[in-house]
């Protein structure tokens, strides 16, 4: 049974930074599709990065340029670098693995099949 664990969320100011880790356990493919995900109250959870079985890397607009997903060589922690953080980042962040390989972006949830229990980020102005 895969498992994962986000860690890394707290409070920053507008223009800070945070890493958030993401240590998994239980999979069976280095290989596999990863990505970052979060959501506010009252909203659906959306895709922010995600990691393809190729090590490629994929954003969605308004995270281009300032976020970064990065996996370690063991595939054992997915890592989302944040600068430049803005209140409008504010949120839960997800970690999620599809226990599948890919080859293009994917944000679309029911592709994973693992979740975490995600960990809050919170940007003042």
């Known amino acids: 049974q895969v498992q994962l664990a986000e860690s890394g969320g707290g409070s920053v100011q507008a223009g800070g930074s945070l890493r958030l880790s993401c240590r998994a356990s239980?999979?069976?493919?280095?290989?596999?599709?990863m990505g970052w995900f979060r959501q506010t109250p009252g909203k659906e959870r959306e895709g922010v990065a995600s990691i393809d079985s190729d090590g490629d890397t994929y954003y969605v607009d308004s995270v281009k340029g300032r976020f970064t997903i990065s996996q370690d060589s063991a595939g054992n922690t997915l890592y989302l670098q944040m600068t430049t953080l803005k209140p409008e980042d504010t949120a839960m962040y997800y970690c999620?693995?599809?226990?599948?390989?890919?080859?293009?972006?994917?944000?679309?949830?029911?592709?994973?099949?693992?979740w975490g229990q995600g960990t809050q980020v919170t940007v003042s102005s």
């Open positions: 239980g999979y069976r493919y280095r290989e596999r599709c």
């Open positions: 999620a693995d599809a226990g599948a390989f890919c080859y293009t972006a994917r944000f679309d949830l029911p592709f994973y099949n693992y």
